[in-house]
């Protein structure tokens, strides 16, 4: 992606929830952001409390640096190596600003949710502090409100550095029901120097919630120049992309898959892993259904890219049956694959998909209508195919990879360009 650099701004440090391998859409979308960032000339330092090592890029004491391995459960240091980088070792043509290099930690394996306790927030924000001091950036990002936005806000006070966060999904549609998360979202909100947010309905949230206007900035998708031939499946194939949970509707999809078999045979896809929390009811669904479940196949966690486009292209529906959602990749990216997308009209998702043009949803209260519209669908193919082009050439035009990272640019320099920061 060629784009013009950033001025005044050369250093930021990104603070994420998630990051892959990590499963799930806030880590896909911070590794998205970071490498276009990375590729118009920003120098980043990433901090991430997932707890999910990749070992094949573990680069114990990289930097020469002697950290204290007691101060967490668990602590490495990575190097993230962009597209680019890989393509052309050593050869950058003048673009991007070194190798990335990841700090995990936080959550030890024995950990499933993605909450820090008390004590870990104590020393996330010293490890992090200790950190921005020696990186010296010039902006904080944090990508998702909670935990990583409420510690980028108390960094930023403390060391005079202006803040970003942005709301993702999770942190506005679940944090403020938890126990003690509210104050802290407060806080995040009031003290940030700007909010943003994946689609208007977060940012009107946001607003309507905690007083606050934030800015939108959406999900950027690349929408591929030539598609793979789709094979012929003997049976209809229905997939479903991403991390399998409550949220996402997983009751909602089983029992959807199993309405739907009883008047027509196809076949479910769920392209991911369910989630933990999860998996008791998946098995019981299995163990109710062995005959029907000879027609459900379940990939497992996949990183390769191509891969996962590759099983998607060979649905004939994608179905995201999700109860609350920001603005979810998946149904971007099953819409910029050119395979037709159902879903829920939740959150933002009502922003990407017109009905009848650029795809089909039901509205969540009605969601017992879902198996009716799957077989309704299923039997006009050829009317399916041709509302999946029109969305392809949709998400081409208003989620182009370069307007996301060029949002974020922005607030950058406008950040930078108040005098209280000099």
Known sequence: MKSRRIRMCSRVLFVTERFPPAPGGVAASAARIIENLWKSGVELEVHTMDGVVSPERLVPNSTGDQYDLDTFDYLAVEEFHPEETRRSPGDRGGEGAGVVRIFRYGLGAKKTVSVLSDDEDYRAYHFIRDRARRFRPRIIHAHFLDPGGYLAVLLGRDLGIPVLVVARGNDIDRYPFLPGRLERLRLTIERADVVAAVSRDLAGRIEAWFGRKAEVVPNGIEVPRRLPRRRRNVIPTIGFLGEARYKKGIDRLLETFAEVNRVRPCRLMIIGEVRKADRGYF???????????????????????????????????????????????????????????????????????????????????????????????????????????????????RFPPEEEVNGYRKIYARLLARDSYF
């Open 283 to 397: 098995e019981r669904f299995v163990g109710r259904n062995a005959a029907l479940c000879r027609n459900l196949v379940k990939t497992g966690m996949i990183s390769d890219k191509e891969r996962i486009k590759e099983y998607v292209r060979n649905c004939d529906l994608m179905i995201f049956p999700s109860r609350s959602d920001g603005l979810p990749n998946a149904v971007l990216e099953s819409m910029a694959w050119g395979v037709p997308v159902l879903a829920t009209a939740v959150g933002g998702i009502p922003e990407v998909i017109e009905e009848g043009e650029t795809g089909f949803l039901i509205t969540p209260e009605r969601w017992e209508v879902l198996p009716k519209r799957i077989l309704e669908i299923l039997a006009k193919p050829a009317e399916a195919r041709k509302i999946a082009l029109r969305a392809r050439e949709s998400i081409r035009r």
